[in-house]
């Protein structure tokens, strides 16, 4: 196993990390230098040899000499492996720690469990003679403070599963398992070449540090704890006019000045595969399937790309403010996963589910029906409610020209029986409404076709619902149906304007949807200024629609989409011209801000983006 990288950024550069990585290669290559008799002698000077040290004082030799290489010990190696497994752990884990700890902090505790690393292991090898050295013990606490400090943390690792190596995200504390596993490798290693009693692992010095880690850092005041910690300031308290930090003495302070915080943007309707034709295309909806929009689904057959475009879907995603989407993957199950795992990562709200599509679709899209929905069901039990219930699965038949009756029937059948979310597109474009009436003679309308198949209910969110009979608006209501509104794909794939207050007035849920790419854009500020432009709704509406509206449609109003106690704090400071009344602030929100204004977002308190 060879981890890669961790989810949590650092947030400052970590200096003394990459120092102390310089400072042991130098001294390795010093070593390296030596010639084998006086490399042998340099390692009994510097190193912790126990014997000696608990010979003092009756041996005579002067202190220093026997305290000193419980320090330099710390900084040598015996070989490549122990270092650069070592320093490669380091590099990993550390500069969160020196985040955590800020960086004098953070050099003085490395120090400290270095120290006592070494007094236990002298302790409880008083017998030995073999001189013991390694960053080890030292290391080993900066993984018991990551630990205890990041619970959740994960790690990007190489892992050979059966024949094959993968690269997949493992919990922080599988791999330290595994560290501590091949501590005994790297420590037998490492003396064996020096002397001939070899097997002195400092086990112990492992353990002993990573205890003191835990301890230590839980003594040491934290510089940051507000951003991290996961568990402690994750949701709203209150909004409140009064200054609340007699209240709070050991939270952080920010003062955002003039800028507007607003609760994070909830996308009620976007395609993940198509992030990277955004702004691609033309001509209307059918025409543009087959032209640009398959041709690029296609390509998240290949896993890489699908982990590519996901992760830099996320980032962007947030980075304009959003942090609860409604996602629709193309048909691979490879690719649906690493969504999940991306969006995970990320620490988002997600609804994300495979699209179905068993007809009328090109060669490399088209499924069978059967492993269609072997592969949602496989998804749904795999990630609904996980990650403490911010990740649901949705089944997602693209749309009824695409699905065959029964594919639609099986969907709505468990949709029925296990509570699933359902999202699918409805009447977006005439051409597509004719189709089809051509495809299913027999039933009374769109919406009619969902219907028979069972997959209208309240936890069904349908897009678009542009071209739809009254008789449909009326079972759309009856059913509770959710709508995902999404006024500038409509206008981009000119499919027409959605009647909003006729749907509204049918007592229907709107929320907004970017649907990207038929919608050029991944932010909401822009989806709010489209949907005000057809409407004429308040700009008031239009940030209701955004946000709490999407979070009632996911039937998540009571976690997120305004600021009421006890929600988790999801929000995003924007910086747009200071206006004197709320209302204008609001238009100004709605008709002249984009991404560029979000300056911050934070996800349950953790500053994501800035
Ligand atoms: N209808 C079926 N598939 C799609 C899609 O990918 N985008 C839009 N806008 N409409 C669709
Ligand atoms: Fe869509």
Known sequence: MIPFRDNIPSRSFPFITVSLITANVFVFFYELSLGSRSFERFIMHYGVVPTTVLAWPQSHIPFTAVALPFFTSMFLHGGWLHLIGNMWYLWIFGDNVEDRLGHFNYLLFYL???????????????????????????????????????????????????????????????????????????????????????????????????????????????????????????????????????????????????????????????????????????GELLTWLNTYTYPEEARFADPAYAEEISTTFFDEL????????????????????????????????????????????????????????????????KWDNTDGGRLRYVFTPRFAASCSISLMHRVGQIARETGAFVQSHLAENVNEVRWIRDLFPDKPSYAGVYDDAGLLGA??????????????????????????????????????????????????????????????????????????????????????????????????????????AGKDADFIVVDVKPRRKAEEALSTLCLESDKKCVVEVYVRGNLMYF
């Open 112 to 282: 400290l469990c270095g120290l006592g690393a070494g007094i236990v292991h002298t302790v409880l090898n008083s017998q030995t003679s073999v001189p013991s050295v390694g960053a080890s013990g030292a290391i080993a606490g900066v993984l018991g403070a990551y630990v205890v400090s990041f619970p959740f943390a994960r790690v990007l690792t190489l892992v050979p599963i059966f024949m094959f190596l993968q690269v997949i995200e493992i919990p922080a504390v599988l791999l330290l398992i595994f560290w501590f596993l091949m501590q005994f490798l790297y420590g037998t290693a490492a003396l064996a070449t020096t002397t001939a009693n070899a097997g002195g692992v400092a086990w112990w010095a492992h353990v002993g540090g990573f205890v003191i880690g835990i301890i230590l850092v839980g003594l040491f005041p934290g510089k940051d704890r507000a951003r991290y910690g996961y568990s402690r300031y994750e949701k709203i308290v209150r909004i409140t006019a009064d200054d609340p930090r007699w209240e709070f003495p050991d939270a952080k302070f920010r003062d955002f000045n003039e800028k507007i915080i607003l609760p994070g943007f909830v996308d009620t309707h976007v395609h993940l595969p198509q992030f990277a034709m955004m702004g691609v295309g033309e």
């Open 318 to 381: 947030v980075a304009n403010g959003t942090t609860t989407a409604a996602i629709y993957c193309s048909i691979h199950e490879p690719a649906t996963d690493i969504a999940f795992i991306a969006a995970r990562a990320k620490g988002v709200r997600a609804f994300i589910g495979k699209v179905m599509m068993d007809r009328n679709s090109p060669p490399g899209l088209m499924e069978d029906t059967e492993r269609s929905i072997h592969d949602s069901v496989r998804l749904f039990e």
């Open 459 to 564: 936890r069904t969110i349908m897009a678009h619902c542009i071209h739809l009979s009254a008789e449909e608006i009326n079972l759309l209501a009856k059913r509770e149906v959710k709508i995902a509104f999404c006024p500038y794909s409509n206008q981009t794939l000119r499919s027409g304007t959605m009647p909003y207050r006729k749907l509204q007035d049918a007592g229907l849920m709107i929320s907004l949807g970017t649907d990207i790419a038929g919608g050029p854009s991944l932010s909401m500020f822009e989806q709010m200024r489209e949907a005000i432009r057809p409407t004429a709704m308040t700009p008031t509406e239009a940030l209701y629609l955004a946000t709490l509206a999407g979070a009632r449609s996911l039937g998540i109003s009571d976690h997120i989409g305004n600021f009421a």
